[in-house]
């Protein structure tokens, strides 16, 4: 069985890539180029807003390449979780680069745009038929969910993506997408089994981040053969080792031996990896076992107000050493100032010096710093709410008095006029939920379009 | 008994969202030999990374020995989920430091 190549530009588009590790990729004359483009580690936000968290500028730079490589080698790309967070919004802003690129560089192919938004209808009856569960340690879904949420995704499978180059599509973009997705795609479309393909994109997905010295904008090339595949780096700064790759396994998942996806799992018991080159190494033994109901993970976000932050920083030693009371003057002063008007916020604080980075989870409990920094932060029922609440709050703890006080000119120093920073709208995740589907395309319809 | 700490048998010690509601605990050892001393020792245990933590044993979701990497990890259950109210650590990528001050009894 002749060996089936995947280029992975970078680890999430936008992240760019050095352009000697790409050419030197092309050189070798991969079947296909594929690149992840989302995550939901950047948090709600972006769901939420339909805000990418790529920058426009720097995802054209990338797809520049990327478009004119695969016109000219004449080889499919795919693109997963467009626009980072793969909704309706983020999907379009990438699509439209692509025509964008295409009307300037005069290149014309075959696209497939795959939607992955899912309609809340959808998934209430869903509810109703018992086919929604909660994935790991969230909640089970209420109705109530399904009302708040302002945006659910649904994550594809290898499937939808398979289909769409079985429909002659030469480049291929779509909404949210289980990442290892657009990798084992074209794999397991040239009849590869699906066991190593999407182990191999598994490792791909985050592009060089799987070799050492590990980067997140640096290119990685997958082979898959009959019963297994490789990965080497194309930058010979960097290497693939063993550890590198195995330990990549491990990375943001919660088990490195069963791996649940859409659809089934990967079953890595058996899995061996081996050095074959000082810079690549094969992996033999990862097995792909359906699940006897497909199951689709979804995403959604709710909304949960505005934000308006103050930063901060404290250098007396007495004030730092009263600083849980100092909060608490704070809120109490605030509550009792805007008792009765109606005011709907929360106010909190991060201390940074003191657990700002790990709060609850933090067990150094009587560190003395000899600095703090500072984060007001309200969050308002709107902006205006927020805007207010947090101006007062600062403008009271930067002159309340404390036990000892003997600065009483002025408790905080502000690095920035003004001292608030507008956070915009808040969103909270409430879907992080598996729901059962008829097949793997039910809730990923595609257009085809041709550039 | 003489200890050897943490920091001196692994390469990587690191904490990272597994998802928004999940936190996990990387831990890859130098070689086969620290790995083995490590898995043998008895430590890595859910009350162990629970007493860490400061949170309920239940909060610990799983504890792994991983071979093929020389590695161990623990998944536990945010305290907030990412991006809610009072999170501080929106990728989870720096919840790792208590880690680093475990000690393993040189068997």
């Given amino acids: 069985m002749k060996e089936f190549l995947v280029l992975s530009p ?16 092309l050189s070798r004359l991969p079947d296909a180029i594929a690149v992840d483009a989302g995550s939901t580690d950047p948090g709600p936000y972006y769901l939420g807003a339909g805000e990418p968290f790529t920058g426009r500028n720097a995802v054209k730079r990338d797809l520049n390449y990327l478009l004119e490589a695969a016109a000219a080698n004449k080889i499919p790309l795919l693109i997963g979780s467009a626009g980072g967070s793969g909704g309706e919004p983020h999907l ?37 038929r018992n086919k929604i569960k909660p994935l790991g340690p969230v909640p089970p879904l209420q109705e109530k969910d399904l009302d708040e949420a302002v945006r659910i995704v649904g994550q594809m499978g290898v499937e939808p993506l398979a289909g769409a180059l079985e429909a002659g599509a030469q480049v291929v973009i779509a ?64 290497v693939c080792t063993v550890t590198s790759v195995a330990a990549h396994t491990l990375y943001e998942k919660s088990d490195p031996v069963y791996l649940p996806l859409p659809g089934g ?12 080159a000082e810079n690549r190494v094969r992996v033999t033994g990862s097995k792909f076992i359906p699940a006897q109901k497909y199951t689709v993970k979804l995403e959604g976000v709710k909304k949960a107000g505005f934000r308006t932050v103050t930063i901060a920083g404290c250098r007396d030693p007495v004030m730092i050493s009263e600083i849980d009371q100092v909060m608490e003057i704070v ?18 604080f991060k201390i940074y010096g003191k657990n700002g980075v790990m709060g609850d989870l933090e067990p150094v409990r009587d560190a003395v710093p000899h600095e703090i920094g500072i984060i007001i932060e309200v969050i308002g029922k709107n902006q205006e709410t927020a805007d207010t609440i947090c101006g007062f709050a600062r403008s009271t703890m930067l002159h309340c008095s404390y036990p000892g006080r003997t600065a009483t000119a002025g408790n905080l120093a502000f690095p920035f006029s003004p001292a608030e920073f507008r956070g915009g709208e808040v969103f909270n995740y409430n879907i992080y939920h598996l729901m059962e589907v008829a097949d793997p395309f039910e809730l990923f319809p595609m257009e085809i379009i041709n550039v | 008994m003489k200890k050897i700490k943490l920091t001196e048998m692994a390469e990587v010690i690191r904490s990272k969202n597994s998802g928004p509601y999940e936190l996990t605990l990387d831990i890859i050892f130098k070689d086969r030999e620290n790995f083995e001393l490590a898995r043998r020792s008895g430590v890595f245990t859910k009350k162990m990374f629970a007493a860490l933590y400061g949170i309920e044993a239940d909060g610990v979701i799983d504890v792994i020995e991983f071979a093929p990497a020389n590695a161990i990890k ?11 109210a009072g999170d501080s650590d929106i990728y989870g990528a720096q919840q790792h430091a208590p880690l680093l001050n475990i000690e393993v009894p040189m068997g």
């Fill in chain 1, 331 to 348: 809120k109490e002063r605030t509550r009792d100032n805007f008792a009765g008007t109606g005011s709907d916020y929360s106010l909190s």
């Fill in chain 2, 74 to 84: 623990a998944t536990i259950v945010r305290p907030v989920v990412s991006g809610g």
């Fill in chain 1, 265 to 276: 799992c990967l079953d890595l018991k058996r899995t061996r990896y081996e050095q074959v």
């Fill in chain 1, 175 to 238: 909404g949210r997408a289980y990442d290892p997705s657009v990798f084992a795609a074209p794999a397991c479309q040239s009849g590869y089994r699906p066991g190593p393909a999407i182990h191999m994109g598994k490792i791909l997905e985050c592009g060089a981040i799987a070799s050492t010295p590990g980067s997140g904008s640096d290119c990685l090339l997958g082979r898959i053969g009959a019963g297994y595949f490789e990965v080497e780096t194309l930058n010979p700064a960097r």
């Fill in chain 1, 10 to 25: 970078t680890a999430i588009l936008g992240y760019g890539f050095p352009l000697s590790s790409f050419k030197e990729g």
């Fill in chain 1, 92 to 128: 379009k802003r990438d699509v439209d680069l692509i025509m964008e690129i295409a009307g300037q560089k005069d290149l014309h192919f075959r696209m497939a745009v795959i939607h992955a938004e899912v309609e809340r209808e959808k998934v209430r009856d869903s509810l109703y």
